[in-house]
Structures are given as C-alpha cells and as structure tokens.
C-alpha cells in the first residue's frame, strides 16, 4: 500500500482556503453520530462536541463515527485532530475530486470511494465522495452530504444484531460500508438500463434531436461511472492482497466478493457504453435513411414533371405556324398525352421497385 508521509505539508493547521472544498452553499451544521458495539452492547448518539469521538476510540468495543456534511473545514480539522489524522488526510478528506485509493498511514489505513445516487428530478446521477478511516477498533466515515447514503443497511444489521458483523472487526465494519456503496451501483445501473431500453424504442419509433441530446447525456454519465468505478477495483484489491494489521485473513475472503462485484458493474458500464455508441450510429444511420427517402420520393416526382415541363414548354411557345395551335382538340390532347407520360413513368420507376 502507498504511504503519503513522504509528502511535505505546509502547515499542521489548515484553513478554508488550504482545505480547499469545493462546496460554497449554505448547509446545515456538520452531523457527528457514533455507533458503539460489540457482541452484546449496542449504543448509538450524535456527538455535539468534535472532541467527545476521542472518548469512543479509546475503548475496547468497535465504535463507527460517521460524519455527515464536510464544508465545516475547521470542524473536519479538529475531528481529525482529536483523532490522530495526518494534515495530508483531513486536506484529501474535504478535497472532494480525490479519485478511489487507499493509503496506509501506520496507524490506519485511509480509503477514498464514491458513493452514487440517482437524481430523479432532473434524472442524473450525484457522485458523493465517501471517506474512511479505518483503525484498529474504530472507523470513522466522512460523507459529503448532509442527507441520504446507502448505508442504512448496515446500520439495521448492527442495531438488531443481525448477520456476523457484531461479532466480527472494524475490518468487517469497513468491509460492509465498502459493500454497500458497491451493491448500490447496481441499483443505479438497473435505472441507467430502464434509460436506454426507452431510448432504444424511440430511437426505433421516431427519433429527434431530443433522442440525440439524451444519448450524449447517457455516455458522459457512463464516463463518469467509469471514472469513479474503474480506481475502486484496484483498492480493493490492495486491501485484499497487501498484508496489513487493520485487514483480518477472514475480511479478505468477503473482499474477494466485493472484487467481483466491482468486475459486473465494470462489465456493465463498458456493455451500457457499447450500447449508447451502437445507438448513436443507429440514430446517424436513421436520420440518413430517412433523408434519403425523402430524396428519392422528390426525385421520383421531379424526374416525372421533366418530360411534362418539356410538353408544356413546346406548347408555351408563341410560334405562329404550330399546326396544333388552331385545333380544337389540341388542349384536352396534350393534357391525356401528360398523364399518359406521368402513368408510363410511374407503371416503369414501380417495375424497377424505385419506390
């Protein structure tokens, strides 16, 4: 595993401007809760006070203190200092564009993923960097945002003792968290899937520039998938492979799962891109078609009126002499000797499946 100790930092306390977090809106305050275990003790608060974790990760039970909301740096600041954090990973927790790593700082691993959620209203997808701290006895999870994370499910699992992870490490605790961000891409997917199954269909039906905008949308979030997907495999398998005090021989084995979790939903991005490509050639092809019977149908009807225009134009000249000029028929004749042409040429072009 890499160690960032070799990196210089500038200055043991950090401000707004060195954190650097990109998000400037109004939030609400900073959430600090600590969930407190073992196999027969279960206690969960929200701490008030950023100096109260330190209390939690001096005892013998498992305790995960989760941090909801990171534009509070100087809160940030004080948890990690309370906690043992080195500058450079409380400056790569509130960076948010960190790409999924892990770092071994001796005293815990530190480990970067991003958590996905799907935007039903304006029908995108919200990338929210997830940070842990993994420790002997402790993990501390650092989320983005204030509200919603995918973690629920382990939450009811520790509160009503359900499943091994009471009676197992902080290794398996962070192993859960791991597993749970990485299930959720599958729900993501399923809806990502639903997207393109009606693209496909109003592609095949009537497909407008509407079609077109929506296909590019779908592969540049299909990029960022990949993006924040694609490094997580490599982490995970340095957790699996490197031999670290902080990962137990028996959480490896369940990281083995989360591994090929990570290769289907790889799988799955690169089958989506295949498809959106696929169907912007289809929508290319499509449009074309369509402009080529267009074409054809204005040619067919030009190419009938030229022998037509050329009759009206021999009888549109104003010569004196033209023996049909001064026969009463000439009119009604000329007029069925046009439509004969036009019926030939339709009966010839219809033989030839022109048209």
């Not at 399923?190 to 509407?210: A, F, H, Q, V, Y």
Request: neutral net charge; charged residues 25%.
């Amino acid at each position: 595993m890499v160690s960032n100790f070799n990196k210089v930092s500038g200055s043991e306390n950090l401000s707004q401007e060195d954190l650097g977090h990109k998000n400037k809106r109004k939030s609400p305050p900073t959430k600090i809760t600590v969930i407190d275990y073992d196999d027969k003790h279960y206690d969960e608060n929200v701490v008030d006070a950023p100096d109260d974790c330190l209390e939690y990760l001096k005892k013998r039970t498992i305790s995960w203190i989760n941090v909801d909301g990171i534009h509070e740096p100087k809160v940030i600041e004080q948890i990690g200092v309370h906690c043992g954090l080195h500058p450079l990973t409380i400056e790569d927790i509130v960076n948010t564009l960190q790409r999924p790593k892990v770092d071994d700082y001796e005293k815990y691993l530190f480990i970067v993923l991003k958590m996905l959620h799907y935007n039903a209203k304006k029908d995108l997808i919200d990338i929210e960097q997830v940070s842990l701290i993994v420790g002997a006895k402790y993990v501390i999870s650092f989320q983005e945002d204030i509200e919603g994370d995918v973690f629920n499910n382990v939450r009811h699992m520790l509160k009503t003792n359900k499943g091994r992870i009471r009676k197992m490490g902080a290794d398996f605790l962070a192993y859960s968290l791991i597993d749970a961000v990485v299930d959720s891409y599958f729900s993501i997917l399923e809806k990502l899937g639903d997207r393109i199954e009606d693209l496909e269909i109003e592609l095949i039906k009537n497909p407008t520039m509407k079609t077109l905008h929506s296909i590019h949308n779908l592969k540049r979030e299909m990029l960022y998938l990949r993006r924040a997907v694609w490094p997580l495999r490599e982490v995970v398998s340095s957790l699996e492979r490197e031999r670290s005090s902080f990962i137990g021989s028996t959480t490896r084995i369940f990281l083995r799962d989360v591994y090929d979790h990570i290769f289907q939903v790889i799988d799955t991005i690169e089958t989506y891109r295949d498809m959106l490509s696929g169907m912007l050639d289809i929508y290319l092809s499509s449009i074309s078609n369509r402009l080529n019977e267009v074409m054809k149908v204005l040619t067919i009807i030009a190419t009938i009126f030229i022998p037509l225009t050329f009759i009206a134009g021999v009888y549109g000249m104003n010569f004196k002499f033209m023996p049909e000029i001064g026969w009463k028929y000439s009119y009604p004749v000329v007029l069925i000797g046009m439509l004969i042409v036009g019926v030939v040429m339709l009966i010839f072009f219809r033989k030839k499946r022109w048209f």
